[in-house]
C-alpha cells in the first residue's frame, strides 16, 4: 500500500492498484523517483536482457498505475522489469520504461501498443528506449594511464565499470577516456556523480557526455521485416506468457472518471487534451480497423486550407515552471485572412527532453486554436 496525500488523487484507482497488487502478490520497489517491478521478476527463465530490450512509454495518464499498465505491457511478453516514473504527490510523472527479454519482444511491444487508447481521448506513445552503457571523460591529464584510471578512480568513485580506453590526438583536449559500464543504469548513475568526484577528490575538472549508440541486433532487424505496416495494429489474441507474469484475460479497461484538468492542459507527457472538432477527419487502418484521430496541428492546417484563412503562422515560447510542476508555455497564431492573432497559454508535464515537451506545447496550442475557430 503506497501512502499518498488526500485529496490528489483517484482514489478508485488507488483502490484498484491496491487490489491488484495483494490479488496478484506483485512487489513494488520505490526508489529515487521511480516505481519498480522486477529486474528479474522472482522467476524467469532465461539470461539478463542486453541491449535495446527496452521501450520508453510516454502520454500515460497521470492516475494510470502499475495494474493497468503491466498486464498491457505483459500481454506482448514476460517482463523482465517495468519502471514507473513517480512524483512526491504519488501521480505518475507521464513516462514508464518496460524491459523484455528480447529486441524482438521489445519491437513488438512498439508496433502493438504505440498508440493504444488507455483512456478517451489520451494513447500511449511507445519508441525504443535509448540505452547507453558508455561515457566519454575528457580533458584528462595528457599522463593519464589506463590502469591509474581503472583501480584508482572509476571503482572507487562509481559502479559497473567493466572496461576503459584511452584516446588522444588532434582536437582532443588532453587525454579523453571512454568507459564502458555493466548497464545503462550504472552509466547514467556515474554521469552524475563523475564531474564533481574527479574536482572533490583529484582536484580536476573534466567533462562528461555520452559515447556511440548501439545498432539494432540483426534478431531485431529481421523481425521488423517480417511486420506488415499498419497506423494502429490492434491485437485481439496477446502473446502466449509464463504462469508467473501478472496478467488478466483481457486488456485493462480504460480509466474511470477522469480527474478534472485545468483548462489547456496535456494530461500527459505527449498528450494533450483532444476533444475532436465535429466533422473533424480521420485515418483508418482499414475499412473494419481501428480509427486513429488526426493531430490537432493537422487538423488546424487543414481547416484553415479549407475555409481560405491561409497557411497560420504560429509562434510558441517558454514562459515559467509552475509551484504544481507544471510548465506553461505562451502562443500566438496568426491566420493570415483574420485580422486578429490568437494567443494564449498551454499547460504541460516535464518531459525526457524540451523538444518533447515543446511539440506537446505545439500540439496543445493547436487543440486550443481549434476550439476557438469553432465558436461562433
Not at 19 to 38: A, E, H, I, P, S
Not at 68 to 84: K, M, N
Not at 267 to 285: D, E
Not at 325 to 349: D, E, M, N, Q, S
Request: aromatic residues 6%; charged residues 20%.
Amino acid at each position: 500500500n503506497f501512502n499518498t496525500p488526500a485529496g490528489l488523487l483517484n482514489p478508485e484507482r488507488l483502490k484498484a492498484l491496491d487490489t491488484w497488487l495483494t490479488k496478484n502478490n506483485v512487489k513494488l520497489t520505490q526508489v529515487n523517483g521511480q516505481r519498480r517491478y522486477g529486474g528479474p521478476p522472482e522467476v524467469w527463465d532465461g539470461p539478463p536482457p542486453g541491449d535495446r530490450c527496452e521501450v520508453f512509454i510516454s502520454q500515460i495518464p497521470r492516475d494510470a498505475y502499475e495494474d493497468l499498465l503491466i498486464p498491457l505491457f505483459s500481454s506482448v511478453g514476460p517482463l523482465w522489469e517495468f519502471r514507473l516514473m513517480m512524483n512526491f504527490s504519488g501521480q505518475n510523472r507521464g513516462f514508464a520504461y518496460a524491459k523484455y527479454g528480447t529486441p524482438a519482444l521489445a519491437g513488438s511491444a512498439i508496433h502493438l501498443l504505440n498508440g493504444y487508447m488507455l483512456e478517451p481521448g489520451g494513447r500511449l506513445n511507445v519508441r525504443r528506449s535509448t540505452e547507453k552503457h558508455h561515457l566519454c571523460i575528457g580533458e584528462l591529464p595528457l599522463t593519464t594511464r589506463r590502469e591509474d584510471l581503472m583501480q584508482v578512480a572509476l571503482h572507487g568513485l562509481t559502479e559497473g565499470v567493466e572496461g576503459v580506453s584511452l584516446k588522444s590526438g588532434p582536437g582532443i583536449v588532453g587525454t579523453s577516456a571512454v568507459v564502458s559500464f555493466s548497464s545503462h543504469h550504472a552509466a547514467s548513475m556515474a554521469k552524475k556523480v563523475l564531474v564533481e568526484a574527479f574536482k572533490k577528490n583529484f582536484a580536476l575538472t573534466v567533462s562528461i557526455k555520452w559515447q556511440s549508440s548501439v545498432k539494432p541486433s540483426k534478431e531485431e532487424q529481421a523481425s521488423s521485416q517480417k511486420r506488415p505496416k499498419s497506423i494502429l495494429p490492434c491485437p485481439t489474441q496477446p502473446p502466449r506468457r509464463p504462469s508467473n507474469t501478472p496478467q488478466p484475460r483481457v486488456l485493462p479497461p480504460r480509466l474511470v472518471r477522469p480527474p478534472p484538468i485545468p483548462p489547456g492542459f496535456c494530461k500527459a507527457v505527449g498528450g494533450p487534451i483532444t476533444t475532436q472538432p465535429p466533422h473533424a477527419p480521420c485515418l483508418s487502418s482499414s475499412a473494419h480497423g481501428p480509427q486513429v484521430a488526426m493531430e490537432p496541428m493537422a487538423l488546424l492546417l487543414g481547416l484553415c486550407e479549407v475555409f481560405g484563412g491561409g497557411q497560420p503562422l504560429c509562434e510558441l515560447h517558454y514562459s515559467h515552471a509552475g509551484p504544481e510542476g507544471y510548465l506553461y508555455f505562451r502562443y500566438r497564431v496568426r491566420v493570415p485572412k483574420l485580422a486578429t492573432p490568437f494567443t494564449g497559454l498551454v499547460t504541460v508535464l516535464p518531459g525526457p527532453c524540451m523538444m518533447a515537451m515543446m511539440e506537446e506545447a505545439r500540439r496543445a496550442m493547436a487543440q486550443q486554436v481549434l476550439q476557438a475557430l469553432q465558436k461562433p
